[in-house]
């Protein structure tokens, strides 16, 4: 049916558990195929917690139209089927009527995802067969796994009728982001000796509070680690280091001093458009949809509700996917990304206990180019891949489609070494 913008869409609510309810929003592909249900579906989840998949996901980085209502050209609905789904419950569109109703666990959000998905083929059942694929984004990795997983072993139970193949992301495993946050900033030549000094220190009481599980201690430290690089660097944007930013006094200081800057982070990137996120999706797109609920008025408090689960690794959760199933596994990490940096990413991944690990560290690392441009480096082992790529920071749709096209071929792919 017709929903914002052009294209055929579909969208709903499902109750995922009392008083917790899921918005979804689909678009089919525009490419000319006999059948919709020809091509696969790519779920998209933002990260956060709290970012939103329909406005942010859909309108900065992936969606057909951007957040000044113009055509995108490189947008995934031309080759794909692509769900947003607004998550945990209290992101975007979707809500909650309890503050019991939030999610405090990874798992639990997983439950929920599993739920949503139940509820949505229960609308189009045609999509029941389709090769289906998680795609996410910065914290949505974390969840992703989780729900891949719980997926999965539904899938293989016969509990939902699915097709999932695989998953990608990889903000997994915070600490080893957090602790090679300064080597990081110093090797780029953002920070001196001085700052790598104190960012370090920042980092090692996050550490301390992880490894004595003091979790909630460990997430306000992150936030304040946060604070020390901005500090140090004079405003540097967190997910990509090359974007001219004013300095820290011209800035608005104070909107990080919480819990949730992330989020802050996020929708201050929209802030120069001519429609603010905001703006759009509490206007012309509610209207088109029909939707009564204010989207993102619950988000900031979606955060602060899994501040005790935001720094726990999920690492158990990924090696249960590669030894356990037969998914397409990926991890993709832009080169300029401080947030989840290469280097944390790597640090995580190398240390994963899997039945092929020694073979995929011994593995070749290939360069992945498109029309004769290298756009970044990969390795590969039977159905584990990871990504380098090159001149993009955490949005890497944004920064650098062309290697995120050829990336969403290979994972949509049953060639594994088809790059090779």
Not at 127 to 150: H, N, Q, R
Not at 274 to 298: C, T
Not at 326 to 347: A, E, K, P, R, S
């Amino acid at each position: 049916k017709k929903g914002f913008g052009h294209g055929e869409q579909e969208w709903n609510y499902v109750q995922v558990r009392p008083n917790a309810n899921m918005f979804w929003w689909l678009y089919y592909t525009t490419t000319k195929v006999n059948s919709y249900y020809d091509k696969p579906l790519l779920i998209w989840l933002q990260g956060g917690p709290g970012g939103s998949s329909t406005s942010y996901g859909n309108f900065e980085e992936l969606g057909p139209l951007d957040v000044n209502l113009n055509s995108r050209n490189y947008t995934w609905v031309k080759n794909y089927n692509v769900l947003f789904i607004d998550n945990p419950v209290g992101t975007g569109y979707s809500y909650v009527k309890s503050k019991s109703a939030y999610t405090r666990t990874n798992k639990q959000i997983a439950k929920d995802l599993v739920e949503c998905m139940r509820g949505f083929y229960k609308k189009l059942p045609e999509f029941k067969a389709v090769p289906t694929y998680i795609t996410t984004e910065s914290y949505g990795g974390k969840m992703g796994a989780e729900f891949a997983l719980l997926w999965y072993r539904d899938q293989k139970a016969g509990t939902i009728k699915s097709n999932l193949k695989g998953i990608g992301d990889s903000w997994i495993s915070p600490i080893d982001s957090v602790m090679t946050w300064a080597p990081f900033l110093l090797n780029t030549g953002m920070v001196d000796t001085e700052g790598f000094k104190k960012i370090d220190a920042a980092a090692q009481k996050v550490k301390n509070n992880v490894e004595l599980g003091n979790w909630r201690s460990a997430t306000q430290e992150w936030s304040n680690t946060e604070m020390v690089i901005l500090e140090k660097s004079d405003n540097i944007d967190f997910y990509n280091i090359l974007t001219k930013q004013s300095p820290l006094w011209i800035f608005n200081y104070q909107k990080f001093v919480s819990f949730k800057n992330k989020l802050v982070m996020y929708q201050n990137l929209s802030a120069d458009k001519a429609f603010s996120l905001e703006n759009l999706m509490n206007g012309p797109v509610k209207k088109a949809l029909g939707i009564k609920f204010v989207h993102g008025s619950q988000s900031s408090d979606v955060f602060e509700y899994l501040a005790e689960d935001f720094m726990k690794p999920v690492t158990h959760i990924v090696e249960a996917l590669l030894n356990e199933t037969d998914l397409n596994i990926f991890v993709y990490n832009g080169q300029m990304d401080l947030i989840v940096d290469t280097l944390g990413t790597l640090h995580w991944v190398e240390k994963l206990k899997w039945k092929n690990a020694d073979t995929w560290k011994n593995s070749d690392r290939n360069s992945l180019v498109v029309k004769s441009i290298i756009e970044g480096y990969f390795k590969v082992q039977d159905n584990f891949r990871m990504y380098w790529v090159n001149r993009a920071g955490h949005m890497i749709p944004k920064d650098n489609p062309v290697a995120q096209e050829k990336i969403l071929q290979d994972l949509t792919s049953n060639a594994y070494r088809s790059l090779l």
